[in-house]
């Protein structure tokens, strides 16, 4: 199981958050100078995930 990951497009700067199904935060970074932030999630941990930047939101399914 993958649960390591990049997202590109946000905003330089902009904080990066991933939200568990029950509205916890799991991971916060910050993007860099190019919009990109490094995704890695605690192993074995499958699920839906909310992944926010800035104004942005968008579903993540690990399997």
Excluded: C, F, N, W
Excluded at 13 to 28: D, F, N, Q
Excluded at 41 to 53: C, E, M, T
């Amino acid at each position: 199981m993958k649960t390591e990951g990049e997202g590109t497009g946000a905003a330089a700067g902009a904080p990066v958050t991933v939200l568990g199904a029950v509205g916890r935060v799991v991971l916060a970074t910050t993007a860099d100078a190019g919009g990109t932030a490094a995704l890695a999630l605690p192993p074995g941990q499958s699920g839906v995930y909310i992944v926010r930047a800035g104004t942005q939101a968008l579903r993540l399914t690990v399997q």
